[in-house]
């Protein structure tokens, strides 16, 4: 079965699995691979687990568009065979999006480092998220995990 993201960036080109009906409360991680049809995969799955929970529109397309940052540059900058493993784990006040990849381990400057061409993906980062957390992974590759804090309700 397949599905068909109606996005400017993918309309008309993109077909793949269904996503809607990944269950993040299950455990089970989604993964992103080194087709660029992935991200907006991983975007509409990432969608699909936030709009239940309440957040606002600002706050998801804020998470929307970090992820897309984050898989865009594993695409550019990772291994051929790399693929990215999405998991969303959700507390009361805030939205932990971990994403782990099995690339050589990624060694950030100081965001927006304006010495050398990019580098400012990060900054981004920073600025879309309220938390950024890079650190290697335990069989390799990296671990990176976003954070966004969501208001608590009473």
């Not at 900054?123 to 335990?138: A, F, K, N, W």
């Not at 069989?139 to 976003?146: A, H, K, Y």
Request: some cysteine; proline content about 7%.
């Amino acid at each position: 079965m397949s599905s068909f993201h109606d996005s400017p960036a993918t309309r008309g080109v993109c077909q793949s699995g269904v996503v809607t009906t990944r269950d993040s409360s299950s455990g089970e991680p989604f993964y992103v691979g080194r087709d660029p049809c992935d991200i907006a995969d991983a975007r509409q799955w990432l969608t699909t687990q936030l709009t239940p929970l309440g957040l606002d529109t600002e706050a998801i397309d804020e998470l929307r568009l970090a992820l897309t940052e984050a898989t865009t540059n594993l695409l550019e900058h990772g291994e051929p065979r790399t693929k990215s493993e999405l998991h969303l784990s959700v507390e009361t006040d805030r939205v932990h999006l971990m994403i782990r990849d099995d690339s050589p381990p990624f060694e950030p400057g100081s965001p927006g480092d304006t010495d050398r061409e990019g580098g400012f993906g990060l900054l981004l980062l920073h600025m879309l998220t309220d938390e950024v957390e890079i650190q290697p992974g335990d069989t390799g590759g990296s671990v990176l995990r976003l954070t966004k804090l969501r208001p608590v309700t009473n």
